[in-house]
C-alpha cells in the first residue's frame, strides 16, 4: 500500500505516523499554481476553495505513486463531509485510481474508526502502534512549541527570511526522528538554530500582535493563505494563528468528555457559543471565539481568512463588525481563492498594518 494524504501544515508529522506503522508513504508536493489548476479544473466550480486544492493535491499523489489517500471526515451542516465523496467520483470519473480510508470521529462510529485503524496498521503491533502514537504525539507538541517561537522571531530578524528558512530546516530535522529520544534531540538542536537567529529589539509597547482565524486549512496552509504569516513577519508583526495540530488533537480526542475536557479550545468555543449559539459546522465557533480571546489577551488585530465558497466563514464574516465593534479590535477579512493576487493582498494587509499601528501610537500617547 502506497498511501498519501492531503497536504496541510507541517506534513512531516502525518508522514511519520503512517511510516511509524509500516506504510510505503507517498508525500504530495507542495501544493503550486500547478497543483490549484488541477484542482479548479476538475473540481465542480461552485466548491469550496480547500476542496479544490486538495483535489490537485490527490492527482499530483497519484501521479507520484500513491493508491491509497488517507484522510478525516467530517460532520455537521458544512461539506467537509462530503469531500471524500465528491473526490472520490472526480478521481474515478477522471480515470485516477486509488483507494480511501477516511478518519470520522470515533465517537460517530468506533467500529469504522477501528476497521480503517487495523488496514493502516496492517502487520504492526499493537505495542509498537501505541509506541508509534506517542512518539507522534509528542513530536506534534514540540513542533507546534517551535512553530510558536518562529512567528515570533521572524518579525523582528535581521536577515529578511532567516526564520522561515530556518523553520524548513527544522521540519528536516524532526523528518529523520524516529524515536522519542530522536525527537528530544531535534528539539534541541531546533532550539540551538532558533537563538542564532539575529533579532532587533524592540520595545514591549512597540512590538505589534495579530493573530489569524478562519477556517482550518487555509488558516494552517500558507501556500494557499499566500504566506500570510510570514507576510506579517516581514512587515514586523508577531502572528498566532487560531489553529495548531496539537489544540486540535487534544479538543477533538476530549470533545465528548466535558468533565476531563480542559482544553484552551473548549473555552474558545464557549466564547464563540456567545454569538453563534448552534453548531454550523466548519471552525466558525473557534473563529469568533478566538477572535474574542485575542482582545482579551491583548493582540492589535485579527485577519480573518475565508476559503471562497465557504458558508460557515461567511456567517463569521457577517458576524464580525458586530464583534469588532463592541470589543474595538480591528479585523480584517480576507477571502482567498485561485484568483487571489499577492500584490492585492499584501496592499490590504500593509494597509491594515499601518491602522493598528496608529492606533497603539494613539493609546500610548
Ligand atoms: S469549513 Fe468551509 S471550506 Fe471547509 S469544508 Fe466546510 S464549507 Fe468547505
Same mark, same amino acid.
Request: aromatic share 10%.
Given at each position: 500500500?502506497?498511501? #498519501? ?14 511510516? +511509524?506503522? $509500516?506504510?510505503?508513504? %507517498? ?35 497519484? =501521479? ?90 521572524? #518579525?523582528? =530578524? ?7 528558512? %530556518? ?70 508583526? =508577531? ?5 495548531? +495540530? ?27 457559543? =456567545? ?6 459546522? $466548519? ?50 477579512? +480576507? ?5 487571489? $493576487? ?24
Amino acid at each position: 500500500m502506497k498511501v #498519501a494524504f492531503p497536504y496541510m501544515g507541517t506534513t512531516v508529522i502525518y508522514k511519520k505516523l503512517l511510516e +511509524l506503522l $509500516g506504510n510505503q508513504v %507517498v508525500t504530495p508536493p507542495k501544493p503550486s499554481q500547478r497543483t490549484i489548476d488541477l484542482g479548479v479544473k476538475y473540481s465542480p466550480e461552485f466548491a469550496c476553495f480547500p476542496l479544490k486544492v486538495i483535489t490537485g493535491s490527490y492527482i499530483e499523489a497519484i =501521479e507520484k505513486g500513491a493508491d491509497t489517500l488517507v484522510t478525516s471526515g467530517g460532520n455537521g451542516p458544512c461539506r467537509a463531509g462530503f469531500y471524500e465523496k465528491v473526490h472520490r467520483r472526480i478521481l474515478e470519473e477522471e480515470g485516477f485510481d486509488a483507494d480511501f480510508i477516511v478518519f470520522n470521529s470515533p465517537y460517530l462510529d468506533w467500529n469504522n474508526f477501528i476497521k480503517n485503524a487495523k488496514k493502516i496498521k496492517g502487520d504492526t503491533s499493537v505495542f509498537k502502534v501505541v509506541s508509534s502514537l506517542k512518539t507522534v504525539f509528542y513530536m506534534i507538541k514540540k513542533l507546534d512549541d517551535l512553530e510558536k517561537r518562529v512567528q515570533k522571531i521572524r #518579525a523582528y =530578524e535581521v536577515t529578511k527570511g532567516q526564520t522561515t528558512k %530556518v523553520w524548513e530546516d527544522i521540519q528536516s530535522i524532526f523528518d529523520k526522528a524516529y524515536t522519542k529520544k530522536e525527537v528530544q534531540r531535534a528539539y534541541i538542536e531546533s532550539m540551538v538554530l532558533l537563538d542564532k537567529i539575529k533579532t532587533k529589539e524592540v520595545k514591549e509597547d512597540k512590538r505589534l500582535r495579530i493573530g489569524i482565524v478562519g477556517e482550518i486549512y487555509v488558516v494552517m496552509e500558507p501556500t494557499i493563505n499566500i504566506k500570510m504569516e510570514e507576510m506579517l513577519g516581514n512587515l514586523g508583526v =508577531e502572528v498566532e494563528r487560531s489553529q495548531y +495540530l496539537y489544540d486540535w488533537v487534544c479538543y477533538s480526542t476530549l470533545s465528548k468528555m466535558p468533565l476531563i475536557n480542559k482544553t484552551h479550545e473548549k473555552k474558545i468555543v464557549e466564547l464563540g457559543e =456567545e454569538y453563534i449559539p448552534i453548531n454550523i459546522g $466548519g471552525h466558525a465557533r473557534q473563529s469568533v471565539g478566538h477572535i474574542v480571546d485575542y482582545h482579551n489577551r491583548g493582540f492589535d488585530g485579527v485577519i480573518h481568512l475565508m476559503p471562497f465558497g465557504c458558508l460557515p466563514e461567511l456567517v463569521t464574516q457577517s458576524i464580525i463588525p458586530k464583534i469588532s465593534n463592541e470589543l474595538d479590535i480591528p479585523v480584517l477579512s +480576507l477571502s482567498l481563492d485561485e484568483q487571489t $493576487g499577492v500584490a492585492n493582498t499584501l496592499t490590504r494587509v500593509e494597509a491594515f498594518v499601518d491602522l493598528i499601528k496608529g492606533k497603539k501610537r494613539k493609546k500610548i500617547s
